[in-house]
């Protein structure tokens, strides 16, 4: 597993801004989209957000599926990110651990390279 090399660093770092844009896609979806669409009888938010989040959700979809790839991450992890795209909030949260793995392998990998 070659944590260092930039290849992961990049994918990481794609992963992580599509998770907050797709997060915050679902977010204003869910909580702020829907309620108006019920309550307000305005789909306005729902039309435009709606299909932004899909199409963002395809390329969030591809941008973990390379981090997987080149990290060499177990199955677990590629659906749980794929999970966090469904959930409102839990892409987030995915992100976060996500990185802290990330962090954590390198940290680990790190002394040995230096030896």
């Known amino acids: 597993m070659k944590i260092l090399d930039p290849g992961v660093r990049g994918a990481l770092l794609r992963y992580r801004v599509m998770a907050y844009v797709v ?3 679902l977010v204003i979806l869910v909580f702020v ?3 108006l669409q019920w309550w307000a009888h305005s789909k306005g ?3 435009v957000v709606g299909p932004l989040h899909g199409f963002l ?3 969030y979809l591809f941008f973990a599926l390379d981090l997987w790839r080149r990290a060499r991450w177990s199955l677990v992890r590629i ?3 794929v999970a966090a795209g469904f959930v409102p909030g839990l892409a987030f ?3 976060l651990q996500m990185t802290r793995r990330f962090t954590e392998e390198e940290d680990e990998l790190e002394p040995s ?3």
Do not use: N, R, S
């Open 79 to 81: 659906v749980a990110m």
């Open 45 to 47: 938010v729902v039309d």
């Open 57 to 59: 959700y395809i390329v």
């Open 33 to 35: 989209g829907i309620p």
């Open 113 to 115: 390279i230096a030896t």
């Open 23 to 25: 997060g915050t896609g």
């Open 93 to 95: 949260y995915m992100e």
